[in-house]
């Protein structure tokens, strides 16, 4: 079964302090490992899209990372507006099913 | 500006009552989708549409319907068949191509009394 799992569940950061997230993924036949910020009350909004092993990307204070096995979102030097769930998500080749979401990681960072 | 819109914001809703959550784009994306989001767990996928006037069932779809009519639209009902309807919906939209980024709408907070 394909299954999507984030650690830690919650991180809290001072500001400026840097770390990475976790996203690990059994998927059959990966095809593109998907990155989303949300905000409390809000929807989900895209961030990345990896899609093989090796890829890197960047965003300002974010950089995700792709393995065969694990993906990583690594925030550098964060500051207070970062404070987000980040989610992240498998892709598969079936057609409507074809994410299968994590339980997202809950970042606070504080000033 | 391109988007997705969701309406309302926040329903309340008695037991035994049907009600619809709206679901609205202008992104001309054919595929459009429905979550579920509950505390601690991942999304889950209630419905999903990749042309007008056909959709399919995801992985909870039991208690809701769906319609699509207009390409821009795709209206949840949430039925009083739903045993546990209180949860954050999400509609997202993307293109054709599988699988591709989704853009998501801001949700509506479904709660019942």
């Known amino acids: 079964e394909d299954q999507v799992t984030q650690s830690p569940e919650a991180l809290r950061l001072q500001e400026g302090e840097s770390s990475s997230l976790n996203c690990s993924y059994t998927v059959s036949g990966l095809r593109g490992l998907f990155w989303y910020r949300q905000d409390p009350g809000k929807g989900p909004e895209f961030l990345f899209t990896l899609y093989s092993a090796g890829e890197e990307k960047e965003k300002e204070r974010l950089k995700a990372t792709l393995t065969k096995k694990e993906s990583f979102l690594h925030i550098t030097a964060p500051k207070p507006e970062d404070s987000a769930t980040y989610l992240c998500a498998g892709g598969r080749r079936d057609y409507g099913q074809n994410f299968v979401f994590g339980p997202g990681t809950r970042l606070s960072v504080l000033p | 500006d391109g988007g997705i819109t969701q309406s309302p914001k926040y329903l309340f809703r008695k037991e035994g009552q049907n009600v619809t959550l709206s679901c609205e784009q202008n992104l001309n994306h054919d595929a459009m989708y429905w979550y579920r989001q509950d505390p601690g767990q991942g999304l889950r996928l209630i419905y999903y549409?990749?042309?007008?006037?056909?959709?399919q069932k995801g992985d909870i779809a039991e208690g809701y319907s769906v319609s699509r009519e207009k390409k821009e639209s795709f209206p949840l009902t949430v039925t009083s068949a739903q045993k546990n309807p209180t949860a954050f919906y999400l509609c997202a939209s993307s293109i054709l191509v599988s699988p591709h980024e989704q853009f998501f709408g801001p949700g509506t907070r479904l709660t019942v009394l």
């Open positions: 549409s990749q042309i007008v006037n056909d959709f």
